[in-house]
């Protein structure tokens, strides 16, 4: 007894044609809402939400009495129908057959099959048939934003179907009859410019010339009246055909552009759209025509720009809902962070990587510039009918890496700055909210119920807020969260703070002036408060980098900034970090310019810039030593700080306020206060370290080392330039990174301190050993050998003996290797760390040595601790060891499980390196699987990274890669050309040279292998 859910019209569900009783209205809500998710899980949070606008307490249980309930109404009729619960959520299963939405959308797509076979008969028929399925609106009686959606998305597709018929009956020679029945649409649906062109049709062809005219010119002047706009082109067009006498030719086809287009499951990964969007009207209509009126071969892009807070981000998600079913092949977001606070501006290079993973391009084949991305990104959209929404950019140089290279694509860009450079887009800047969208707008935050019997009350708080979004808001939910106030409560409140007069100036509809108010009516110590936390440097601040700017103790700065929380002078997104909105922050440092507080500004300054040099010190003490191992110097200590006991709660802590420091230290830097910008960059070191001397330490380093200049301080400048080499040593520039540490080293020797001066000859090593140059390297590692005899400084004297084990591995020398990790081992003064780095190179030893279970089992222990201690150079190397090792013992599918994640986690953290050894293990596994053109990608990758990145080592080992794929395909000739290449691009003294002389010495031979081909014999 198959059940048949019937949508298309009030909500109804028959089972063998007998209707089916749903219970009351939350029951049939729920059904309907579980329809539009079909298949696909809800959870219970979200299904809550939509059914409730204010959830009570016992919403969870209400919901699953309906769940019952509703199971119980469909009883057990159809086994095709199934309600099924999950951990989280539920879902319903059924047959799209089951649905009259499907049967409509069928039959509709069938029309279009037949008009193209010539068909026109069928086609109307199946028109037809369409339309008669429904019964009314959509979802007739039943609210709610996704309802609402659903049914006004169906609404419209019923209105494009029946707009195709009527074409269609015009085109086959109806004209006269057609009359009626367009002009009772088109009094439905004024601006609707296709019924419009479609009367226009049928009235000229049925001898009424002066009709179509009038029709013309009465919905041109009401587009010109509502909406500032003149109509389209298509029905410019008709108008001329009409006053030619040209309009009797044949109509144009049908647009199906209503039709479903999906071929196949597109992705999608648009936000939710905004449960309290309301109005935009006009500016939805301006974007919706900029995407049909531009020629069929350009690439349609919509710029959306204005102030912060006026509303981008949220016009943006609910235009790509609107329109998203007309892009069937994907709808991608991506935030650019251009102006989001703490945090990096998104790069084009990260911005591609994130696009083409989203759409289904496997990690080894993402290419590593940007360039290539770029070209892969437009390669992949090309022919596709897609979304791409680019929220928050910083500029057209952000933007224009991203944009695809063919037509078919909607580009959506939000960003506070007008992108004028980007060729061929359609700008749109928006301005404040008409009246009446803001109403809207108040009433949807606050809730209907609060605003009953005020209306006059609330336009006018809508005007007192300056039909800013972001001012409406803040109103609307300062009133929300104070159940006794009534909308005329907050209007007293708003005029107390200056009277209506203030906002009513030429300019006093801004949130500025609203602000300046606020402002006014703060306490003395209020107010001196407010404008010192705009001197901070950073995004947010918690409640103790505020107690430092404002001198106070703790508990009465928390005081304070919960007050000024509550006036909505400071906005909190995570618990216990503050910050200014921009508008805010602008006007406080305003009124800072018109105080005269010039002494206090600077204490504060001064405060806060001890306070993070403080606790940066403090809580690097808990990681790896860095480069500055004194207590810095600062005038005022924290009476309290954020206390961490731990590695990981270091980590939290200095993640949270890294932007905050690196802010910090580039201000003091710019603004003279030298001793600060130094030692702030210089204590930070162990935390730049983690993040692979990425982002803007190279600019970090060489501010302070200018500090440190500029003061006169040359061992503060020579740990400056010790960073700095380590940050330009990561930027693959080994010339000026050896510069740097040789002019370190001069200052270091003058200033007389030995240990800092071995710390900085063993990074001078490392250099050369990254540079390729292995004896080089080995002579500077011997040299802080001796300069380290009898220092206490064990890690460093252990780390001597680590790099110089991993010299002689690299060299074929394997039993020393591993003496000297061992003996590396056995020093005194590791931290974990410490010992997992060298287990690594132990485990790449007994590897190279061909003890593969043994070597495995290391990686295998050197993961699972790193995992632990979130050590992400750990698990990168340790998984990409384990492919290597996988794959010799012949488990290739763990290996490319290992490889994958090896590379994923390389690039997570930044490790070049082993991005390059994970990709050349994955070449080597998909070699030893047959799949040659895999293998050739991933080598191929290799090889461009290699040359881009100047790595000898890798691209010999790229050649290697190439001769084993050019011996599998019969070419011996070629693959004895790219090992000779090999052998002679390989460093001096690698034992990897020798893999490739074994196959050069008995090409002949099928049966030759070498470490990269071979299968393992287990000892």
Same mark, same amino acid.
């Given at each position: 007894?198959?059940?048949?859910?019937?949508?298309?019209?009030?909500?109804?569900?028959?089972?063998?044609?007998?209707?089916?009783?749903?219970?009351?209205?939350?029951?049939?809500?729920?059904?309907?809402?579980?329809?539009? #998710?079909?298949?696909?899980?809800?959870s219970?949070?979200?299904?809550? *939400?939509?059914?409730?606008?204010?959830p009570?307490?016992?919403?969870?249980?209400?919901?699953?009495?309906?769940?019952g309930?509703?199971?119980?109404?469909?009883?057990?009729?159809?086994a095709?129908?199934?309600?099924?619960?999950?951990?989280?959520?539920?879902?319903?299963?059924?047959?799209?057959?089951?649905?009259?939405?499907?049967?409509?959308?069928?039959?509709?797509?069938?029309?279009?099959?037949?008009?193209?076979?010539?068909?026109?008969?069928?086609?109307?028929?199946? !028109?037809?048939?369409?339309?008669?399925?429904?019964?009314g609106?959509?979802?007739?009686?039943?609210?709610?934003?996704?309802i609402?959606?659903?049914?006004?998305?169906?609404?419209e597709?019923?209105?494009?179907?029946?707009?195709d018929?009527?074409?269609f009956?015009?085109?086959?020679?109806?004209?006269?009859?057609?009359?009626?029945?367009?002009?009772?649409?088109?009094?439905?649906?004024?601006?609707?410019?296709?019924?419009?062109?479609? !009367?226009?049709?049928?009235?000229?062809?049925?001898?009424?010339?002066?009709?179509?005219?009038?029709v013309?010119?009465?919905?041109?002047?009401?587009?010109?009246?509502?909406?500032?706009l003149?109509?389209?082109?298509r029905?410019?067009?008709?108008?001329l055909?009409?006053?030619?006498?040209?309009?009797?030719?044949?109509?144009?086809?049908?647009d199906?552009?209503?039709?479903?287009?999906?071929?196949?499951?597109?992705?999608?990964?648009l936000?939710?759209d905004?449960?309290?969007?309301?109005?935009?009207?006009?500016? !939805?209509v301006?974007?919706?025509?900029?995407?049909?009126?531009?020629?069929?071969?350009?690439?349609?892009?919509?710029?959306?720009d204005?102030?912060?807070?006026?509303?981008?981000?949220?016009?943006?998600?609910?235009?790509?809902?609107q329109?998203?079913?007309?892009?069937?092949?994907?709808?991608?977001?991506?935030?650019?962070?251009?102006?989001?606070?703490?945090?990096?501006?998104?790069?084009?290079?990260?911005?591609?990587g994130?696009?083409?993973?989203?759409?289904?391009?496997?990690?080894?084949?993402?290419p590593?510039?940007?360039?290539?991305?770029?070209?892969?990104?437009?390669?992949?959209?090309?022919?596709q009918?897609?979304?791409?929404?680019?929220?928050?950019?910083?500029?057209?140089?952000?933007?224009?890496?991203?944009?695809?290279?063919?037509?078919g694509?909607?580009?959506?860009?939000?960003?506070?700055?007008?992108?004028?450079?980007?060729?061929?887009?359609?700008? !749109?800047?928006?301005d404040v909210?008409t009246?009446?969208?803001?109403?809207?707008?108040?009433?949807?935050?606050v809730?209907?119920?609060?605003?009953?019997g *005020?209306?006059e009350?609330?336009?006018?708080?809508?005007?007192?807020c300056?039909?800013?979004?972001?001012?409406?808001?803040?109103?609307?939910?300062?009133?929300?969260?104070?159940?006794?106030?009534?909308?005329?409560?907050?209007?007293?409140?708003?005029?107390?703070q200056?009277?209506?007069?203030?906002?009513?100036?030429?300019?006093?509809?801004?949130?500025?002036?609203v602000?300046?108010?606020?402002?006014?009516?703060?306490?003395?110590? $209020?107010?001196?408060?407010?404008?010192?936390?705009?001197?901070?440097?950073?995004?947010?601040?918690?409640?103790?980098?505020?107690?430092?700017?404002?001198?106070l103790?703790?508990?009465?700065?928390?005081?304070?900034?919960e #007050?000024?929380?509550?006036?909505?002078?400071?906005?909190?997104?995570?618990?216990?970090?503050?910050?200014? $909105?921009?508008?805010?922050?602008?006007?406080?440092?305003?009124?800072?310019?018109?105080?005269?507080?010039?002494?206090?500004?600077?204490?504060?300054? $001064?405060?806060?810039?001890d306070?993070?040099?403080?606790?940066?010190?403090?809580?690097?003490?808990?990681?790896?030593?860095?480069?500055?191992?004194?207590?810095?110097?600062?005038?005022? #200590?924290?009476?309290?700080?954020?206390?961490?006991?731990?590695?990981?709660?270091?980590?939290?802590?200095?993640?949270?306020e890294?932007?905050?420091?690196?802010?910090?230290?580039?201000?003091?830097?710019?603004?003279g206060?030298?001793?600060?910008?130094?030692?702030?960059?210089?204590?930070l070191?162990?935390?730049?370290?983690?993040?692979n001397?990425g982002?803007?330490?190279?600019?970090?380093?060489?501010?302070?080392?200018?500090?440190?200049?500029?003061?006169?301080?040359?061992?503060?400048?020579?740990?400056?330039?010790?960073?700095?080499?380590?940050a330009c040593?990561?930027r693959?520039?080994?010339?000026?990174?050896?510069?740097?540490?040789?002019?370190?080293?001069?200052?270091?020797?003058?200033?007389?301190?030995?240990?800092r001066e071995?710390?900085?000859?063993?990074?001078?090593?490392?250099?050369?050993?990254?540079?390729?140059?292995?004896?080089?390297?080995?002579?500077?590692? #011997?040299?802080?050998?001796?300069?380290?005899?009898?220092s206490?400084?064990?890690?460093?004297?252990?780390a001597?003996?680590?790099?110089?084990?991993?010299i002689?591995?690299?060299?074929?020398?394997h039993e020393?290797?591993?003496?000297?990790?061992?003996?590396?081992?056995?020093?005194?003064?590791?931290?974990l760390?410490?010992?997992?780095?060298?287990?690594?190179?132990?485990?790449?030893?007994?590897?190279?040595?061909?003890?593969?279970?043994?070597?495995?089992?290391?990686?295998? $222990?050197?993961?699972?601790?790193?995992v632990?201690?979130?050590?992400?150079?750990?698990?990168?190397?340790?998984?990409?060891?384990?492919?290597?090792?996988?794959?010799?013992?012949?488990?290739?599918?763990?290996?490319?499980?290992?490889?994958?994640?090896?590379?994923k986690?390389?690039?997570?953290?930044?490790?070049?390196?082993?991005?390059f050894?994970?990709?050349?293990?994955?070449?080597?596994?998909?070699?030893?699987l047959?799949?040659?053109e895999?293998?050739?990608?991933?080598?191929?990758e290799?090889?461009?990274?290699?040359?881009r990145?100047?790595?000898?080592?890798?691209?010999?080992?790229?050649?290697?890669?190439?001769a084993?794929?050019?011996?599998?395909?019969g070419?011996?000739?070629?693959?004895?050309?790219?090992w000779?290449q090999a052998?002679?691009?390989?460093?001096?003294?690698?034992?990897?040279i020798?893999?490739?002389?074994?196959?050069?010495?008995?090409?002949?031979?099928?049966?030759?292998?070498?470490?990269?081909? *071979?299968?393992a014999?287990v000892?």
């Open positions: 007894m198959p059940l048949e859910f019937r949508v298309l019209g009030p909500l109804e569900v028959y089972a063998s044609g007998e209707r089916v009783r749903i219970g009351g209205a939350r029951q049939q809500k729920l059904l309907a809402l579980l329809l539009l #998710t079909r298949d696909h899980e809800v219970v949070a979200r299904l809550i *939400e939509m059914l409730w606008r204010d009570p307490a016992s919403a969870r249980q209400q919901l699953h009495n309906a769940i309930a509703l199971r119980r109404s469909l009883g057990d009729a159809d095709e129908v199934r309600l099924i619960r999950s951990e989280t959520g539920y879902r319903l299963e059924l047959p799209a057959s089951a649905l009259d939405t499907h049967r409509f959308l069928s039959a509709v797509r069938d029309a279009k099959k037949s008009e193209e076979a010539g068909d026109p008969a069928r086609a109307s028929e199946l !028109l037809q048939r369409a339309l008669d399925l429904w019964r609106d959509a979802y007739s009686g039943l609210d709610g934003n996704a609402r959606s659903a049914a006004a998305n169906l609404d597709k019923r209105l494009g179907c029946v707009e018929l009527l074409a009956r015009l085109r086959c020679g109806e004209s006269a009859s057609l009359v009626g029945e367009l002009s009772q649409l088109v009094a439905e649906h004024p601006l609707r410019e296709s019924l419009r062109g479609t !009367l226009m049709l049928a009235l000229h062809r049925s001898g009424r010339q002066a009709d179509a005219l009038a013309y010119e009465e919905v041109r002047r009401l587009l010109a009246d509502e909406l500032g003149d109509p389209g082109q029905l410019r067009e008709i108008h055909a009409v006053l030619s006498g040209t309009a009797d030719v044949p109509a144009e086809s049908v199906f552009g209503t039709v479903d287009r999906r071929k196949g499951f597109g992705r999608s990964y936000p939710h905004t449960t309290s969007f309301s109005g935009r009207a006009i500016e !939805l301006a974007l919706v025509e900029g995407t049909k009126h531009v020629l069929p071969t350009a690439l349609v892009i919509s710029a959306i204005g102030m912060g807070g006026v509303g981008k981000t949220t016009l943006a998600i609910h235009l790509a809902h329109v998203a079913s007309d892009y069937p092949d994907g709808q991608y977001f991506i935030d650019l962070r251009g102006f989001s606070p703490g945090v990096d501006p998104v790069s084009p290079e990260q911005a591609l994130m696009l083409l993973l989203d759409s289904g391009v496997a990690p080894e084949l993402v590593a510039d940007v360039d290539r991305r770029s070209a892969l990104w437009r390669s992949h959209m090309a022919g009918r897609a979304l791409l929404v680019l929220d928050n950019a910083v500029d057209a140089e952000q933007v224009t890496p991203l944009l695809p290279g063919t037509a694509v909607l580009v959506v860009v939000t960003s506070r700055r007008k992108l004028t450079a980007l060729e061929g887009a359609t700008p !749109l800047s928006l909210m009246e009446e969208d803001g109403v809207s707008l108040f009433t949807a935050v809730g209907a119920d609060r605003t009953k *005020e209306p009350a609330v336009r006018a708080a809508v005007e007192l300056g039909r800013l979004p972001l001012a409406i808001k803040i109103a609307a939910a300062r009133l929300k969260g104070r159940a006794t106030w009534k909308v005329a409560d907050l209007i007293d409140r708003l005029n107390t200056k009277r209506r007069s203030l906002f009513l100036e030429a300019d006093g509809k801004s949130v500025m002036a602000l300046r108010v606020s402002y006014r009516y703060l306490s003395k110590e $209020h107010q001196l408060f407010f404008l010192l936390l705009s001197l901070h440097p950073g995004a947010d601040f918690d409640v103790h980098a505020a107690a430092a700017l404002g001198g103790d703790i508990d009465e700065a928390a005081s304070t900034l #007050t000024l929380f509550d006036d909505n002078l400071l906005k909190q997104n995570v618990f216990g970090r503050y910050h200014f $909105h921009d508008l805010v922050g602008d006007c406080a440092a305003q009124l800072l310019a018109e105080v005269d507080v010039e002494q206090e500004q600077r204490a504060a300054l $001064h405060r806060v810039l306070y993070y040099l403080h606790v940066v010190h403090t809580w690097c003490e808990h990681l790896d030593p860095g480069i500055y191992r004194d207590v810095p110097q600062i005038d005022h #200590t924290p009476t309290e700080v954020l206390e961490v006991d731990s590695y990981e709660e270091a980590i939290s802590a200095l993640n949270a890294f932007a905050n420091v690196t802010a910090a230290a580039f201000f003091a830097a710019q603004h206060w030298h001793r600060h910008a130094w030692q702030l960059v210089c204590v070191h162990p935390m730049l370290k983690l993040r001397f982002g803007k330490a190279h600019a970090l380093y060489a501010s302070a080392a200018e500090a440190a200049r500029s003061a006169g301080d040359e061992f503060g400048e020579s740990i400056s330039l010790q960073g700095l080499a380590a040593r990561v693959r520039n080994v010339d000026e990174a050896a510069g740097h540490l040789s002019r370190a080293l001069e200052q270091m020797r003058r200033v007389g301190n030995a240990d071995a710390h900085q000859t063993v990074d001078l090593g490392n250099l050369m050993y990254r540079a390729e140059r292995l004896l080089e390297a080995r002579d500077h590692y #011997t040299t802080a050998e001796k300069l380290l005899a009898g206490d400084d064990n890690r460093l004297r252990s001597v003996v680590n790099n110089l084990g991993v002689s591995r690299e060299c074929g020398e020393q290797a591993l003496d000297h990790f061992r003996t590396a081992l056995a020093m005194p003064g590791h931290s760390r410490d010992r997992l780095i060298t287990e690594v190179a132990i485990g790449v030893t007994l590897h190279h040595r061909r003890d593969h279970p043994a070597a495995l089992h290391m990686f295998e $222990h050197v993961l699972s601790q790193s632990k201690d979130g050590f992400g150079y750990g698990k990168a190397a340790a998984l990409t060891g384990m492919s290597a090792v996988s794959r010799q013992l012949g488990d290739l599918a763990a290996a490319v499980d290992h490889g994958r994640q090896g590379l986690a390389a690039r997570e953290f930044g490790f070049r390196e082993l991005e050894e994970a990709l050349a293990c994955l070449g080597e596994v998909f070699l030893a047959g799949d040659l895999r293998a050739d990608q991933v080598v191929a290799v090889r461009e990274m290699s040359g990145y100047r790595s000898r080592h890798y691209e010999a080992r790229a050649l290697e890669g190439l084993h794929l050019s011996l599998a395909r070419d011996r000739e070629t693959a004895a050309h790219q000779r052998v002679a691009t390989y460093p001096e003294g690698l034992v990897h020798t893999y490739a002389c074994a196959h050069l010495a008995s090409l002949d031979d099928p049966r030759t292998t070498c470490f990269r081909c *071979e299968r014999s000892r």
